[in-house]
């Protein structure tokens, strides 16, 4: 596997602008405008464009209360086919009764028209407030103004990645090649994050492409163990929403196949990179954050032990906020640790903030405090809890807790 | 039942001061003093002591990191038997290895030679810092001066009371007298909270005291019933604590046996009106908080599924932030409730803000933002979440997330 460049600099001699995002693999178009769905005149609508036909995969949330272009596109991910994508931002077209219903079905239809795809080929994806109509005026002419603009330069995919922006404060790309035995093919995919971000069911928007051929069943098997290593394992406040959808689709514009056991470990190790990729970039621009926090946890009772405590710790409001205090309240990881509803001895747990050491055994240690401030005055913090009690590993990234997530969430409607 | 004063005012013709708390009860007294365990000079604390031995029941944080006193503490309510409980403030005595265990277990010692007690008979609680070994001379000071203080009268309950706060900014107590066939029997209780407050295990220190004279098995049910619709319906910051615990000992000094059926619903509904009273103040006293906010659901598929419902919603970044930017999102309500984990049909739930309804059949109604505004400024907000799927009821205690919050837990150890 080659590795491309990135939001934070990683190099390899391949170097395409991770900013391509969804249109760094071949065959794919992108478009992103402002059609109104934003009083603030940002870009809100988006379209990804495959020339031809793609196989997809998709996780959705696991909310009761689902937004209409959830049910639509879960439909379409069902069929497993796809060649269009459109994304409004500014208005979630969630609890919209029947209307919102006829929303999406609309933005399918009118999105097709404009791409030339039949309607159930066409994926709808919406983010924003909750409960109130979507203008649809806005959003036809959004489709035909994003027609207009589709491009498979990087300008396209960086467009896109704008358009589905909400409280993120900056798009959020990435992109990489990946070595097959049967030649290079690329993956790129953007997100959108920021609140309302949570374990446990694509919980947030993301939508990757790649050129690679693939089998349906394969993909959606790899799609599933790659969000849950990923986007799922990201947190910002705990709450997920109605309208997440993690998304992928493989166009096979690269003329190469995922066949043999070692292309398929490539194109998933590919998959991760580049998901680990964006849900970094998500956590890190969390809302109000001044911190990325990874939180590693080695040694638990089996991956699904070590990813619950991973997400129980990078889901504590105390932790957070004791982070953004660079407060070295190590008491608090392992408080968090202990409620994530897994069994464990306790008095086998050390714990560190990044190189510092600040338990051992279970049990406070004596440490140095102002090495540990120095650690936590960094603008990226490790937690690293080794339990020491079996082969579980997980990583989860969150982000600390600060006074800014309270002025941006305690007034988001008006 | 005849309902006397606590905190915010309910009245009969019995009118203890409220903050009797735990001295209420006949035949308990109480003293809080100042150690030494707290900088700021407050007291830190506590004994409750009753005349003679008490039947006991308790329910325990489920943390699989305990401190060492729960350990101790849920021994000795496997034996049902207590006559003393010490309580200390400004350190948890949690993650401290075996020197925490040995503190806790002397700390019975001493607290048992003070007041003529058998140390297993003696009830050991701490709140405040882990992982920091607990002074243990400072202890045994606080300790003679608390014997030295011991008194049946309002003033010890309330000493008491004010020893156990850690960031509470006000004592917490409640009282009420309870008619029986038998004749009138009295229960008083205190409680701390403010913040690491979440549903799911005596998720802070209570402690009530009832002069009914009770069967063990009973009592232990009963309390089991009381705190998990009171204490365990209360959440300040979704953490749950290594230290939580909620005890009741019932002394009979009143002479007087809880022994019909009727008896025994009396007495639940005087422990749940006075716990309620206690999880009440909790919330409204959380970490920054400037509201209350209660939860109500109503026509829920059963009991559980309206508690986890509530708790949900309750539990939310986004909703408590909401109610402090006083905006009526009720579309992260409405999201709260679809993750739950209940299965239920999203289209018949109305929802209410107050008198305010702000969502019909799970879809948006056209409200007055004026009046709904007018609501949220009130220092007590109630959600009420009608479901019209079952007869599920439930109610939540929780309080807005503000930037104080975070303040205060930013550097909570320094």
């Not at 093919?185 to 928007?205: D, E, F, Q, Y």
């Not at 990201?234 to 709450?239: A, F, I, L, P, Q």
């Not at 959808?245 to 995922?258: F, H, K, P």
């Amino acid at each position: 596997m080659v590795l491309c460049r990135w939001g934070d600099g990683m190099m390899s001699e391949i170097t395409p602008p991770a900013a391509a995002g969804v249109t760094y693999a071949r065959g794919f178009s992108a478009a992103g405008v402002h059609c109104g769905l934003k009083k603030t005149g940002r870009p809100d609508l988006a379209i990804i464009k495959s020339a031809g036909p793609a196989v997809c995969a998709g996780v959705f949330t696991t909310n009761v209360v689902v937004a209409a272009p959830v049910i639509w596109s879960r439909e379409v991910v069902k069929r497993g086919v796809a060649r269009t994508l459109v994304i409004n931002s500014g208005n979630a077209n969630a609890c919209n009764g029947v209307k919102g219903w006829q929303d999406a079905v609309q933005m399918a239809e009118l999105a097709g028209a404009a791409t030339e795809t039949p309607p159930e080929e066409v994926l709808v994806a919406s983010t924003g407030v909750i409960g109130q109509p979507l203008p649809m005026d806005r959003v036809a002419q959004g489709i035909e103004m994003a027609k207009a603009q589709l491009t498979a330069s990087a300008s396209g995919g960086q467009a896109a990645a704008e358009a589905i922006m909400t409280t993120d404060t900056r798009p959020k790309t990435a992109a990489l090649t990946v070595e097959l035995a049967g030649g290079r093919v690329r993956i790129g995919g953007m997100a959108k994050g920021s609140g309302m971000i949570h374990p446990n069911m694509a919980t947030m928007l993301a939508f990757i492409t790649t050129d690679a051929a693939v089998e349906k069943d394969w993909l959606a098997a790899a799609w599933r163990e790659t969000t849950n290593a990923t986007f799922n394992m990201t947190s910002v406040d705990g709450d997920t929403s109605t309208n997440d959808m993690a998304i992928i689709m493989a166009n096979g514009a690269a003329g190469t196949r995922v066949e043999s056991h070692r292309d398929q470990e490539a194109m998933t190790a590919g998959l991760f990179t580049v998901c680990s990729a964006l849900a970094e970039q998500i956590a890190r621009d969390g809302e109000g954050a001044t911190k990325l926090i990874k939180v590693k946890v080695t040694g638990a009772p089996g991956v699904e032990g070590a990813r619950k405590i991973a997400r129980s710790i990078a889901t504590s409001n105390l932790v957070k906020t004791a982070i953004y205090g660079e407060d070295a309240n190590w008491g608090r990881i392992f408080c968090a640790a202990g409620y994530a509803g897994v069994p464990f001895d306790p008095d086998k747990v050390d714990i560190y903030l990044n190189e510092v050491q600040v338990a051992a055994a279970g049990s406070a240690l004596p440490f140095d405090e102002a090495r540990a401030k120095a650690v936590l005055q960094g603008d990226e913090v490790l937690i690293t809890v080794a339990m020491h009690q079996g082969e579980g590993e997980a990583l989860a990234w969150t982000c600390d807790l600060t006074d800014d997530y309270i002025k941006i969430n305690a007034s988001y409607r008006t």
